[in-house]
């Protein structure tokens, strides 16, 4: 992603980025200063609501090899568990009917669970409200956590996350999500915690209460440009 960017650099007096590996990488490759600054959410789109939890398991995004890979072992076992298993995301072209065919054929079981359609984040956010689990399925691309992360925490909900080289100074795995390893890790880590509510509702109100008062867009850009301002000013 960097080498996409890199020619826009010199355009900037100031260069902030979400990945924690990134600012080493500008300031060693391109000799530039560069800043960590968290990616948050939108808490105006995304806050807590009470609603029933009549989903299961949800997941939000696009499809991608990894996801879907994963995304097929979960609707596996949703359909021996008898689970609500959602997943919301464009995965095959509509535009041609050769291609829905093509998915369907080889992800049969994985296809039912797929709404394959983009929606709008306070659509998301209901999504999430209503889901025992929230599954987050970073890309390749990302270190650290990606805004879906501060999405999920947002609306006081349960997210099961694969496993980050950082994930912030604020929040602590264990303590605010829970990460999984691989595929069969995070189906066991479905089944444990769809059976103990106590625990995902102790785990999610703690992710709420880290994030809900310094994590939203507005707190992150304030305390972090801010504060990078006023160093360089002095």
């Given at each position: 992603l960097?080498?996409?960017l890199d020619y826009q650099f010199k355009y900037y007096d100031y260069i902030f980025t979400f990945e924690e590996q990134d600012v080493l990488e500008i300031k060693k490759v391109y000799g530039l200063e560069a800043y960590f600054c968290p990616l948050g959410y939108n808490k105006?789109?995304?806050?807590?609501?009470?609603?029933?939890?009549?989903?299961?398991?949800?997941?939000?995004?696009?499809?991608?090899?990894k996801r879907i890979k994963i995304l097929n072992e979960i609707a596996q076992f949703s359909k021996k568990a008898n689970l609500t298993f959602k997943i919301v995301g464009k995965y095959y072209s509509e535009n041609?009917?050769?291609?829905?065919?093509?998915?369907?054929?080889?992800y049969g079981t994985?296809?039912?669970y797929i709404e394959n359609k983009f929606i709008e984040p306070k659509a998301v956010a209901d999504l999430y409200r209503r889901s025992k689990i929230c599954i987050n399925?970073?890309?390749?691309?990302?270190?650290?956590?990606?805004?879906?992360?501060?999405?999920?925490?947002?609306?006081?909900?349960?997210?099961?996350?694969?496993?980050?080289i950082s994930y912030g100074e604020d929040l602590k795995s264990g303590r605010d999500f829970i990460v999984y390893r691989d595929s069969g890790?995070?189906?066991?880590?479905?089944?444990?915690?769809?059976?103990?509510?106590?625990?995902?509702?102790?785990?999610a109100n703690s992710g709420y209460n880290q994030v809900k008062s310094?994590?939203?867009?507005?707190?992150?850009?304030?305390?972090?440009?801010?504060?990078v301002?006023?160093?360089r000013n002095k």
């Open positions: 960097l080498k996409k105006f789109a995304y806050y807590p609501v009470e609603m029933l939890k009549d989903i299961d398991i949800i997941f939000v995004g696009m499809g991608s090899e041609h009917f050769w291609k829905k065919w093509q998915f369907r054929k080889k994985l296809y039912k399925i970073h890309v390749d691309e990302h270190d650290g956590l990606n805004p879906r992360s501060f999405d999920i925490l947002g609306t006081k909900s349960f997210m099961l996350v694969d496993e980050r890790d995070l189906i066991n880590k479905i089944n444990y915690y769809l059976n103990d509510e106590y625990k995902r509702e102790k785990i310094k994590m939203s867009i507005t707190e992150l850009i304030n305390e972090y440009m801010i504060a301002f006023k160093g």
